[in-house]
């Protein structure tokens, strides 16, 4: 079966990756030129399904509002009432409460697990360059006693999703994270996940799509999509910068820019941008610098170890779609990292980004089939697009086959918008 994938983010290479090894004609279609320029590119690194729940949660709403209006919070919200965001808002708000973030939460859990092993049956058997894995887990870090206590009870929840913790007083996190021991700041304890890993989606979206070049898979690099023609119940082809293209299936794998896409065909997804900003740092002192991701609870920011690198992001900007790098969040990036390790890093050549996550209000990606016969989605990742891409292509890839995925799919699919 010929199968066009629509995206070169490390969500479409990945999706690319499963149909050709099911044995498809492969074509991908990407507007910039090469793999995982967009929100693959600077993201946090972390590849933390311990961490995978939803940003709706108890006490949230409350929590976005108090922290909106400080000076260097981490969230900010534009007031402009765009109609489409006031529908995001209105149902992530109806999700945030205990009843759903445990639901939305334990379907989370279940993708980021199993992505994570299928990402790791990646590495190991196919020859591709280095990403800078490292499965060393996450040190969460908590500042005051009131985050420590918050700590504790997440850690009691973690049990019942499968996930190894331990929580850490003050003199083990140095002996578990050397680097630690240089920190200035002051922090109540710490827990620590051994599970999750780390590593460099972009570098991994470049490897993976230079491999299946390899091996027949064609990338159409520099290709703006238009367009998807219908033909009876059915998608005929993809009108594009470059003329039209045709495939028996096709897969959408356009991350923020999805709804956009299929909403001409009747298809409201539900999703919006949250953007978030990254600096990159290069190491010179390989002894004075993590080795595992630390998670920085106060400020919600996640450092990660990337070979010679250290990538520190966060903050969540639900403002649109503009990419402008604001100077007071790599102020912010600067200080939180310069702080926690003030050795060992070249503070000389810091690359600042931007990017946007996908959310949906719920949490969940949605993946699978759409009222259209041969047309596939793999969206809305959210903040765990690197955590869940290998996990959720590999799912929509058993879908294009008829092939019952090896994880449940309830809750996982568009039709929970729409029940």
């Known amino acids: 079966m010929k199968v066009l994938v629509l995206g070169a983010g490390v969500v479409g290479v990945a999706t690319a990756y499963y149909l050709w090894k099911d044995g498809h004609e492969v074509t991908v279609v990407e507007r910039q030129p090469g793999p995982g320029r967009e929100t693959s590119y600077g993201n946090a690194g972390g590849l933390c399904p311990s961490f995978a729940g939803p940003w709706a949660a108890p006490g949230m709403i409350a929590k976005v509002l108090k922290l909106s209006v400080q000076r260097d919070s981490p969230i900010r919200f534009s007031p402009l009432p765009e109609p489409r965001k006031v529908a995001w808002v209105l149902q992530w708000m109806r999700n945030c409460n205990a009843e759903r973030f445990r639901v939305n939460k334990l379907r989370m859990q279940r993708v980021a697990h199993?992505?994570?092993?299928?990402?790791?049956?990646?590495?190991?058997?196919?020859?591709?360059?280095?990403?800078?894995?490292h499965e060393g887990g996450t040190l969460q870090i908590f500042r005051t006693p009131a985050e420590l206590d918050l700590g504790r009870l997440s850690a009691k929840a973690l049990e019942e999703y499968g996930v190894p913790w331990r929580i850490l007083d003050p003199a083990?996190?140095?002996?578990?994270?050397?680097?630690?021991?240089h920190s200035r700041a002051t922090v109540a304890g710490a827990l620590h996940m051994p599970a999750d890993a780390s590593g460099d989606s972009y570098k991994f979206s470049q490897g993976l799509a230079a491999f299946l070049q390899l091996r027949g898979v064609d990338f159409r690099y520099g290709v703006r999509i238009d367009a998807l023609e219908r033909e009876g119940d059915a998608i005929g082809a993809v009108r594009t910068s470059q003329g039209p293209l045709r495939a028996d299936a096709y897969v959408v794998a356009l991350g923020s820019h999805a709804p956009f896409l299929v909403r001409p065909l009747g298809l409201n997804l539900p999703v919006y941008p949250l953007k978030g900003y990254s600096i990159t740092v290069p190491v010179s002192d390989p002894d004075a610098v993590p080795r595992m991701a630390v998670m920085d609870e106060h400020n919600k920011i996640m450092i990660s170890r990337l070979g010679n690198r250290i990538r520190a992001a966060g903050m969540?900007?639900?403002t649109g779609y503009g990419l402008d790098l604001n100077p007071a969040r790599r102020k912010l990036l600067v200080d939180v990292v310069g702080e926690l390790f003030p050795r060992g890093l070249d503070w000389g050549q810091v690359e600042f980004w931007a990017g946007l996550r996908p959310m949906t209000p719920d949490g969940p990606p949605i993946l699978g089939r759409t009222r259209w016969n041969n047309l596939f989605l793999n969206s809305g990742h959210g903040s765990n697009g690197w955590t869940q891409s290998c996990g959720t292509s590999r799912i929509v890839a058993d879908i294009v086959a008829g092939r019952q995925p090896a994880i449940d799919l309830d809750g996982l699919t568009a039709e929970r918008f729409h029940a």
């Not at 996190?173 to 050397?178: C, T």
Request: hydrophobic share 45%; proline share 6%; with cysteine.
């Open 172 to 181: 083990d996190i140095s002996a578990l994270e050397p680097a630690m021991a």
């Open 316 to 318: 969540a900007e639900l």
């Open 114 to 133: 199993y992505s994570l092993q299928c990402l790791r049956e990646i590495a190991s058997g196919e020859d591709l360059p280095s990403f800078d894995f």
